[in-house]
């Protein structure tokens, strides 16, 4: 019988294997049966940009998803507030589709909004400051173009 998956916030990382491990299991153990999977942002602990794929751990985890595209899942990534900078380039490699937040899915049965949720975080100014800069293009254009080294700093950083 087809269903629909959602999942959010795992905060994948090669530093907590465990995680990971967890989430490869799913998709090769209870996602191929799914008609969609529904990622709702924070896949990642962060995202440095769409030229760490050729990290070995990121590679893995877009090439489980591609698999799972694939065999027929359907695929839908929404960005989270660690994994905003997730672009075209990683959701081809993953064969997944990128979703505005946020969403309005309409299924035979039921309606839904899906949203990542931390735009709704309205009691926190210096959040909601954060988030609307890191969520501008202009500013993540100009970060995308520094090096990577950097931003991968910057988001051990930023986690920190």
Known sequence: MPHTLFIS??????????????????????????EALYILGDLFEYWAGDDDLDDPFHHTIAATLRKLSEQGTRIFLMHGNRDFAIGPQFAAAAGASLLPDPFDL???EW??????????????????A??????????????????????????????W
């Open 9 to 34: 916030d795992l905060h994948l990382s090669a530093t907590h294997p465990r995680s990971s491990e967890l989430f490869l299991q799913f998709a090769k153990n209870i996602t191929p049966q799914a």
């Open 106 to 108: 309409v299924l035979p």
């Open 111 to 128: 309606s839904f909004v899906l949203s990542h949720g931390d735009a709704l975080c309205l009691d926190d100014p210096d959040y909601t």
């Open 130 to 159: 954060y988030r609307a800069k890191v969520r501008n293009p202009a500013w993540l254009q100009k970060m995308l173009a520094r090096p990577r080294f950097f931003r991968r700093q910057l988001g051990r950083y930023i986690r």
